[in-house]
């Protein structure tokens, strides 16, 4: 019944940009939170950034002050831009969505994005 679908996923070079988004469609109601986890190649998957829908953030140590998240309610979509990358951000970002959906019945479930590759080279 939800779809997340992540896009902005590519390659960059060191100290470059990209910006990510994640749509969520289906019988949504309301958002409680989204956020963006990413998963290197035998690597555990972490989290890098959340926001809730009061707007409250949390990031990563890792990537304070270069990743911002932020959300657009309406479209149901979330947003990670992220700012100076670094090679050690390479990784593959799930998009991540606590909701509360209308079908079949009303409810509050967690949903996972298929993931989109970010590379950056130094």
């Known amino acids: 019944q939800v779809q997340l679908v992540e896009s902005g996923g590519g390659l960059v070079q060191a100290g470059g940009s990209l910006r990510l988004s994640c749509a969520a469609s289906?019988?949504?109601?309301?958002?409680?939170?989204m956020g963006w986890y990413r998963q290197a190649p035998g690597k555990q998957r972490d989290l890098v950034a959340s926001?809730?829908?009061?707007?409250?953030?949390d990031y990563a140590d890792s990537v304070k002050g270069r990743f911002t998240i932020s959300r657009d309610n309406a479209k149901n979509t979330v947003y990670l831009q992220m700012n100076s990358l670094k090679p050690e951000d390479t990784a593959v970002y799930y998009c991540n969505a606590d909701l509360i959906v209308v079908l079949p019945t009303l409810r509050r479930n967690h949903y996972w994005g298929q993931g989109t590759q970010v590379t950056v080279s130094s």
């Open positions: 289906g019988s949504i109601a309301s958002i409680n939170a």
């Open positions: 926001i809730t829908s009061g707007g409250g953030t």
